[in-house]
């Protein structure tokens, strides 16, 4: 599909539930980046902090709790029961207020057994799941033997049964709900959805809880995944998560500092993904990069550059504050003194007035790349996945072959690439959208135009 498509549907909105509950979250603390420049710093203090913070990182780590053990879930390894169910798998999502739940099954009349449930994150704590691998198990074709019974458990004595007292039954593959004793098989396509956060899924809270209400009732059981794709590192992020908590969603995964980091939600904390890490190290040399940094610092001077603070900084991304008059020579200085050096690095702009944000990552990282990774991962294909996004440090993400939703918010310089870069902006069957509605209204036009909602 080629072109853009302006969306004009009209998106009616699901009210709000009754009674939820919620981790504590996130806070938007990236303002505009004109209101930002105050945070200079000297390259001689941002180096020692760094060094401060990073121990203190490490004196952290060796105080968390051991892994779990190997027979149990992987946070590095897609959860099983989220990713895209096979055509011999039974997906079933059920809605408890239990702390815990466990399945008690029978797969086409075999011996009885337990399997946990695991809680989904993008539900807000309504939504637990499980996977059960048919491996080729049939139902008895006279009806005797179901291909699925089962009833649930809390493993402290209660029990969810159907009101006639037999066992809930499914006699098919696929994905399926369980809430009050009513089992139903989902309808829908499963996506999975990449956005923005500032500007795209907030900043305006109605729209906001408006998305997450939807998000909740239809999505999450559909067995679609929730991804924020942020410039923020995860400690902001959750500071954001605390201030939104209200409006929020909170995502399945979640990709940080301009696409340097994936992390997975696992037993109430965000663990990076080591494979996604891996990666990134190819051709990447972070003391090179800094030193040409530097260079290009003492050469601008530090009235029109400067490092952003210590925890905008990590092992795959060194971020500056640069003035756009001397922007093109910043990036050309910096740029052939990597390739002189054999690094191979992406160099990001972003922000918006007269002072922006220049990120240097490593040539395996950005937003486009994370969204790659966590799409193989989890098995979604390019025409089920749509990144969401309002302004120039989307492109990255927006410019694949997943689908794509430009809000209708969008900055000039994203609507500037939009029309420079799509051949038809009228074509019908365009891989990427622009949407009257703003923010999170606007996500949930463009999913209804694509015929996703």
Known sequence: MNGVHRATVSTPLCGCYAARFRRPAVRRIAQPYQHRCHWRLSCQA?????IVTRQSRKNKASQRPQQPPSDSFDAQQSPPAIKTPQKNDIVLFYCTGWPEAKLHCSISAGEWQDQDFAQVNSSNGKWCV???PLNGALSHPDGDHPLLEF???DGQGKWDKPQTGDNYIISEAGVFSLSQGELQKSSGEAVLLVSDLDDTMIGDDAATAAFRDYWEAQAVTRGSLLVYNTGRAVDK???LCREKQHCLAMPDVLMSSVGTKVYNWHQGTWVEDEQYAKRLAHAWKLDTVREATYEALAAAGR???????PEEQND???TCGVHMDIMDQVQQQISERLQQEGVEARLILSGKGDWRYLDIVSINAGKLQALEFVRQKYGFAHNRTIACGDSGNDKDMLSGQNLAIVVGNAQPDLMKWVNETQLDPNAKNARLLITDAHMAKGILEGLASFGLK
């Open 151 to 153: 009833v649930v458990h």
């Open 130 to 132: 499980t996977r059960i």
């Open 316 to 318: 795959h991304k060194v």
């Open 303 to 309: 009235e029109k550059m400067h490092f952003r603070p």
């Open 237 to 239: 992020f959750e500071e």
């Open 46 to 50: 941002a180096e020692v902090q760094e």
